[in-house]
Nanobody
Framework: VQLQASGGGLVQAGGSLRLSCLAS????????MGWFRQAPGKEREFVAA????????YYADSVKGRFTISRDNAKNTVYLQMNSLKPEDTAVYYC????????????????WGQGTLVTVSS
């Protein structure tokens, strides 16, 4: 499956952004989907994930209560709604797809999008 992330940009602290990731090439509903991020000088880290049918979601503690992952299987798209953004949320955000059961470990993913930059100013 090919993935294309979009929706990044520059936002002030406290603001909101919604990222989208459009999948193509395979049956989207067969894949668990995840969002990861990599800040400058840091390792890539897990942000959020959602099961194939959307019935279960998982979040990093750092974004719980502020970010919401969702998916629309009819549109082959997964979303990340980011509210109450903080400067420490600044990073390149990647969407990824997997048929593995484990969704919080980036090693479980083998399809990655190109990344979209989110910059949060203070």
């Amino acid at each position: 499956v090919q993935l294309q992330a979009s929706g990044g940009g520059l936002v002030q602290a406290g603001g909101s952004l919604r990222l989208s990731c459009l999948a193509s090439g395979r049956t989207f509903s067969n894949y668990g989907m995840g969002w990861f991020r990599q800040a400058p000088g840091k390792e890539r880290e897990f942000v959020a994930a959602i099961r194939r049918g959307g019935e279960f979601t998982y979040y990093a503690d750092s974004v719980k209560g502020r970010f919401t992952i969702s998916r629309d299987n009819a549109k082959n798209t997964v979303y990340l709604q980011m509210n109450s953004l903080k400067p420490e949320d600044t990073a390149v955000y990647y969407c990824a797809a997997t048929t593995n059961a484990v969704l919080v470990d980036q090693k479980a993913y083998y399809n990655w999008g190109q990344g979209t930059l989110v910059t949060v100013s203070s």
